[in-house]
């Protein structure tokens, strides 16, 4: 098979001394490039590489030269393309296949408007009612955060996509090392990041809402509004503060463009930068602000299942007037609310974890990785998704507004606002009634 590397591998040509170790340049999950010693791919005119570097670095002791590839190729070609597209666009290329990168496109297209048109939803249902519920100003927070997956699909991917299939190779290497540590790389890889700790703090905050609910029944229904604000403004501070953290360290991470799911991502820069003496700081940094949430959320949702548990089967055994199969009923109910919301977050990042397992124990490689790795990827993006069925596919009003939209049956002026003044009436009614149960349920139980 023909080589062109001597063409236009100039610029990521390097070489190390005592070690032949694959290194890898720039990784997330799965590397965007790898470090293969020059020997490994046969280099046509080796002294038109940086004036005979190369070959002087080659012949001298212990030493071994290497040139930088991409590691894995967009998905709908082969890693063949690599080397026989140099000089042919993608979509002249017949190493790739336009059928492939057509249901690509369309799936995102699809993925991004259910995930922008569904979460538009909820934000406008949660609105309405966000004066007389506080769950509804947190729901309609989650949907503004669960939204910026879908201006990344269609502000990021399809722009990235598009101009992919109509480069060669050549220019996709070429543009892959000039984006890095570019500002829109820095601008790219934080909002990235941002798109996903901001929904991930807001299911945190959703989980110590819900423990505070069950656990404290009194103080949640009287918290102010004004309360439940400063949570969601701090939660989203915390998405911003942890979409800047691999900025704080730029000799461990670096910004680079990620060719096969065309997106831009911190990594960190090399397997020697995690030896010096700030590397230490910025990953437990990246733990704190990814991995640690994502545990107390899960800690918190099964305390707070334990929790409703407890206190329906202690509330049912004192109260003679409650029926027990009414509270059976919420106990499902709300477990299974609960159960899902887990699940659903982490079923979609499974497959990317699994990928990155596989990757690293030589089961994918970089010439045969980047179907898997785009379809894990994306699912985790679906993420964004799933919270909407979850959070209000299961409420029966959101889905009777919802039918309502669909058949374009609206409520007349007058009945809507009247409907609204009594709704608010009793809304305080029963919100009063049930502080006032709530106190004398507290109190049978202290006794």
Known sequence: MENNYSQYIEPSLYWERNDSVVYELGYAIIPNRVLLPI???PIPDINDLENGTAAAARNQTNATAYVSVLCGFPSFCSYSAYNVCSNTTLVECDECSMIGAGFFIFACVVLGAMILIGNSLVFWYNFRNSIQDKFSIMKASLSVADSLAGIQIFGVVLYNVSWTINSTSQELDMKQLLYQDSPQAIIGGMFYIMSFTSSLFHLLYFSGQRLFAVTYPINYKIQSN????????????????????????????????????YLFLPSIRNYSSTNNSSSGAALAL??????LPYCLMVILTITSALQIRIRLIRSASLSKSMDKDLLKKKEVKLIKTVAIMQIGFTVTLVP???ILVLFYAHVFSCKNVSTPYVIGFYMSMSNSLVNVLVYSGRDSKFRAWLKSIVTCKSVPAKEDSHTSFSATRNHNAKATTETDNAIQTSKIVSR
């Open 39 to 41: 020997d490994y791919y």
């Open 352 to 354: 990317v974890v699994v």
């Open 226 to 261: 004004a309360h439940v604000a400063f949570g969601l403004v701090l939660t989203w501070i915390l998405g911003v503060i942890s979409a800047t953290v691999p900025a704080w360290f730029p000799n461990t991470y670096t910004y680079s463009y990620y060719h096969t799911i």
């Open 286 to 291: 990246v733990f704190v602000f990814s991995i």
